[in-house]
């Protein structure tokens, strides 16, 4: 059930399935979580490949071919975290059919001339409580996922196919006003640093071993060197 797991400063991190572990979990005030989407999504990003200098100021390299989302092929079910006081889901609008009436939120990650010019210029997300509609922009979105795993904006890397942003997460946790976080889909763990920021507890759960080992690393980082939590300059936003 629980694969393995690390305590890290106020940080529970933990290797398994994330609907046998939760049973076995103690308090938690919120879930915030970047969940599957149930969209199969292709993370073959070689398909993608540009040395286009006219969309992209420098090379981005051939892209990568990354393992599928585990669970991305099936439609997400909601509702197991729905009965927690304060939710936040990303990917809202592909399962918005099975979702109460919330507070809606968009990250738009583009810079707006490029808008409607390659995939998604925004994605959706689901708060629970109120009835509007909050965005987020970050228009560097791509370039700050790179920097923030490998301290480049030129890095091809990401940690994770589907890592969002720190600033985003810190964005949903400030949402939230619970002590302590749950984010059972925890990918590389952005969640886990935007709590360390915050100086929320956290608890996350991955059932990718690989996955789960970077999240352990970013979150130890940002522990124990929160100096190192790179910020970009304007002149390095692609
Ligand atoms: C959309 S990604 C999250 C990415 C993350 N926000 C980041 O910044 O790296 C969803 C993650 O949930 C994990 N996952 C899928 N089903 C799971 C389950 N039943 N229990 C735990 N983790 C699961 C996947 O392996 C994937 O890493």
Redesign the pocket.
């Known amino acids: 059930m629980i694969r393995r797991e690390a305590t890290i400063g106020n940080c529970r991190l933990i290797l398994g399935?994330?609907?046998e572990v939760l049973p076995t979990l103690g308090k938690i005030d919120a879930v915030v979580t970047?969940?599957?989407y149930g969209m199969g999504y292709d993370t073959d990003s070689t398909r993608f490949s540009s040395k286009d200098q006219t969309l992209y100021k420098r090379p981005i390299g051939a892209g990568r071919s990354d393992r599928a989302?585990?669970?991305d092929n099936q439609p997400f079910d909601p509702s197991t975290w729905l009965t927690f006081p304060e939710v936040i889901l990303w990917g809202a609008n592909h399962f918005s059919q099975r979702l109460p009436i919330g507070s809606t939120l968009v990250w738009l990650k583009k810079k707006p001339e490029r808008y409607g010019t390659f995939l998604s210029d925004a994605e959706i997300g689901w708060q629970s409580g109120g009835y509007g509609v909050y965005a987020f922009h970050a228009p560097d979105s791509n370039a700050r996922r790179r920097l923030e795993f490998t301290g480049s904006t030129l890095a091809p890397a990401t940690?994770?196919p589907?890592?969002?942003p720190i600033a985003l997460m810190q964005w949903c946790v400030e949402r939230t006003k619970g002590k302590t976080i749950l984010d059972?889909?925890?990918?590389?763990?952005?969640?886990g640093v935007a709590c360390v920021k915050l100086g929320r507890k956290f608890i996350g759960?991955?059932?990718?071993e690989g996955?789960f080992d970077i999240a352990c690393k970013r979150i130890s980082n940002a522990t124990e060197r929160p100096s190192l939590l790179l910020e970009m300059s304007n002149d390095e936003q692609t």
Do not use: F, V, W
Request: hydrophobic share 20%; charged share 15%.
């Open positions: 399935n994330c609907t970047d969940n599957p989302i585990h669970g940690a994770h589907t890592q969002k059972p889909y925890m990918g590389s763990g952005t969640t759960i991955e059932i990718d996955y």
